[in-house]
């Protein structure tokens, strides 16, 4: 059986999640606007950045192998 989903698949959904979770956390940064939405803030910006470097982890593994293949 194979896995559904292509390296592709899984690095671009990591790249589209980790913009989308930047983008809430600094909407509801207390700079930008008061909001009544109960989201803790400081543990949406690490999942996002935690997303962040892991998409950058896949385009490094797939530059890595587009520079290996001879």
Do not use: H
């Amino acid at each position: 059986m194979q896995f559904p989903l292509t390296f592709w698949d899984i690095s671009l959904w990591l790249a589209i999640t980790a913009i989308i979770l930047l983008a809430t956390s600094e909407f509801l940064s207390p700079y930008y606007g008061k909001t009544n939405l109960i989201i803790e803030k400081k543990r949406l910006r690490k999942t996002a950045l935690v997303l962040g470097i892991l998409f950058l982890l896949t385009v490094l593994i797939r530059v890595y192998g587009i520079i290996t293949t001879p």
